[in-house]
Nanobody
């Protein structure tokens, strides 16, 4: 069983930056993948970025490539999402999730077994 706790959300203006953190407790398999998902108000959850815990291979949604950076500290079982040049459409709840079996690069929410409670990001114009 894996528990995830996100933090770092907040309110910023367009062009601002935020750094989200996700701490995992419990056993995290070495081949696990940690992903970040974004759920805009009234819309479905969508994959943003993912990273393999061992190896650090990353994947990004086209909408955030070049603006967001995913990283991890394996020893601390923590994943980070550095968000820069934020836009109003980045507003929403950001969730951290863990995938044990499946393709890390696909960023399919249904593949991820464990989820955090989410952290709110608001970007004003």
């Amino acid at each position: 069983q894996v528990q995830l706790v996100e933090s770092g959300g907040g309110s910023v203006q367009t062009g601002g930056s935020l750094r989200l953190s996700c701490v995992a407790t419990g056993y995290l398999h070495p081949t696990a993948c940690m992903g970040w998902f974004h759920q805009p108000p009234g819309k479905e959850r969508e994959g943003v970025a993912s990273i393999v815990v061992v190896g650090g291979y990353t994947n990004y949604a086209p909408s955030v490539k070049g603006r967001f950076t995913v990283s991890r500290d394996s020893a601390k079982k923590t994943a980070y999402l550095q968000m820069t040049n934020l836009k109003p459409e980045d507003t929403g709840t950001y969730y951290c999730a863990v995938l044990i079996v499946g393709s890390c690069g696909k960023l399919e929410a249904s593949d991820f077994a464990y989820w955090g409670q989410g952290t709110q990001v608001t970007v004003s114009s």
